[in-house]
């Protein structure tokens, strides 16, 4: 016991440690030197791919949560064929979107990994019926046509005989540090696995709510992805210890307050292939959840499941296709931007260029001619609409030479430039951008 209580000191004392050195890291110059790709990439896509597509059932989930037995989820490796998976139609419609980088679940909650690990029994080519490894394909590719590579893993894994949970209610067991420590190992060695033989850009972890940041040993997770000089960003789902917050589902209506986030979104209400899901959002709603993402500094990670064979199903095809559209049309005011201004000076959505000196306004309605910004102290140059480059007409109200407060900044924006989903203009302004934040005055002199 007394060594026990020692070995659990230590970790605790090693983790409050690097637990402070992260913090203190995301003051650093370093911290933002490596996160600079992210923050400029706005949007990804992720995949969500594994045996749970055969019968389009909840990844892992259906089992833990014991809606199929164990065996009836497992048994599903028999149909899983990858018969006409051709990674390069992926990531050209990965491209296509706009999106500049991509995560894929290398192994989810079920531990069934993706690519042909030595240090488990679970893998589609040991267990599958497609026989043969299908993440390294897909990660030959995406070098190839320059994304950036992010692989999800889940720290947890529920069909591992040293893992202490396995369903909702079934515990294999509790404290016993020796299955743990081997649980441990074979987490490492997989990680180090995906560490040497694909170098990630970025490191998407799941499933740590189940134990603790010492428990993980996550502060010698971060040091051991980071050997040889590499510079991953990992997001926060490690107990703390990650670069940037990863919201899922519904838009944060406050900022988050870490520099950097990503929000994770379905296209429909299911991660994985779920054939009698059919709620899915139009590219126009997709599109205004990205511009809310944007105008707070934060970039939007996009989920699609392919089916077993490895082809994805027409409505992913098109909200895809769609996306590259307007991103395409719109890169300016997207790629390499910032939070926007507050959003009491517009009725809608905004973001800035990196000098602070173009206004991008986001319009995801139809303005009946006129787009009105408020508190804006500083001289508008020049305005246009982004992706057409027309010149627009624009004129100051209410605000009188004896007048020390901005007026009400009218934008002229007829019908014929709207874009068919979200039109954005631009604003060319005289300097980093100033506004007013009074509450108003009573004027005691005018001319």
Known sequence: ??????????????????????IAMRDSADYHQRLQWFSKAKLGIFIHWGIYAVKGVSESWSFYNERLTYDEY????????????????????IRESGAQYTVIT???????????????????????????????PFVDEVRRQGLRLGLY????????????????NITRYKDDEKRWQRFVDFNFAQMRELRDHYNPDLWWFDGDWEQSAEAWRAPQIISMLREGGRKPVVNSRIQGYGDYETPEHGIPVSRPKTPYWELCQT????WGYYPTDTNYKTPYQILRTFVDCLSMGG???????????????????????SLGRWTKKHAEAIYNTRAGIPNQYFQGYTTLNPAGDVLYLYIPYRPNGMVELKGLVSKVERAWV??????????????????????????????????????????????????????????????
């Open 153 to 168: 893993y889940s720290l947890l894994d529920w069909s591992h005989p040293d893992y202490p949970n396995m369903t909702k």
């Open 1 to 22: 016991m007394k060594y026990r209580i020692s070995s659990l000191l230590v970790c605790l004392l090693l983790a409050m440690q690097v637990g402070a050195q992260e």
């Open 267 to 270: 296209m429909n209400d299911s």
């Open 386 to 447: 982004v992706g057409r480059g027309d010149e627009l007409q624009c004129k100051m109200f209410n605000q009188p030479s004896w007048s020390s407060i901005p007026g009400n900044f009218y934008i002229y924006l007829p019908d014929s430039l709207l874009d068919e989903d979200i039109t954005v203009v631009g604003l060319k302004l005289d300097g980093p951008i100033k506004l007013y934040s009074g509450s108003g005055q009573v004027v005691e002199y005018n001319e």
């Open 74 to 93: 497992m048994s599903q490796c028999k149909g899983f064929t990858a018969s006409k998976y051709d990674p390069k139609v992926w990531v050209d419609l």
């Open 299 to 321: 970039n939007l990670l996009l989920d699609i499941g392919p089916r077993e064979d490895g082809t994805i199903c027409d409505e992913q095809v098109d909200i895809l296709k």
């Open 106 to 136: 290398s192994k989810h909650h079920d531990g069934m990994a993706l690519w042909d690990t030595k240090a488990g029994k679970l893998s589609m080519k040991k267990k599958t019926a497609a026989k043969r490894d299908v993440l390294t």
